[in-house]
């Protein structure tokens, strides 16, 4: 089973940027909407950004407004998101997958390994 692949994570001090990328998706989600998640341990995981395929249209949640951007390259098959002045509440692992709805991720499957930010202080 392909799973998606993220990449792009890495160690950065606070006010920083990283790119993250995934690929690939469309070729394993018979789905449109897709989306980054993140969790820390002891937490579950929470919806980052979502992006309609078709249209581009984004949503962020409220913590990475103004930082973050979530866009995709639909000849390459890849998603990505661009994280500048990064904090250390965003350290998190990093999985990009589709999107069901904010309260629909315990019921996704094909999770690719991750991505880790580590965001130093």
């Known amino acids: 089973q392909v799973q998606p692949a993220e990449s792009g994570g890495g160690l950065v001090q606070a006010g920083g940027s990283l790119r993250l990328s995934c690929t690939p998706l469309?070729?394993?989600?018979?789905?449109?909407?897709m989306a980054w998640y993140r969790q820390t341990p002891g937490k579950e995981r929470e919806v980052v950004a979502a992006?309609?395929?078709?249209?581009?249209?984004?949503h962020l949640v409220d913590s990475v407004k103004g930082r973050f951007t979530i866009f995709r390259d639909d000849a390459k098959d890849t998603m990505y998101l661009q994280m500048n002045s990064l904090k250390p509440e965003d350290t998190a692992i990093y999985y990009c997958?589709?999107?069901?709805?904010?309260?629909?991720?315990?019921?996704?499957?094909?999770w690719g390994e991750g991505v880790l930010v580590n965001v130093s202080s």
């Open positions: 469309r070729r394993i989600f018979n789905n449109y909407e």
């Open positions: 997958n589709e999107f069901k709805g904010a309260l629909d991720i315990a019921e996704l499957t094909n």
């Open positions: 992006i309609d395929w078709r249209s581009g249209r984004s």
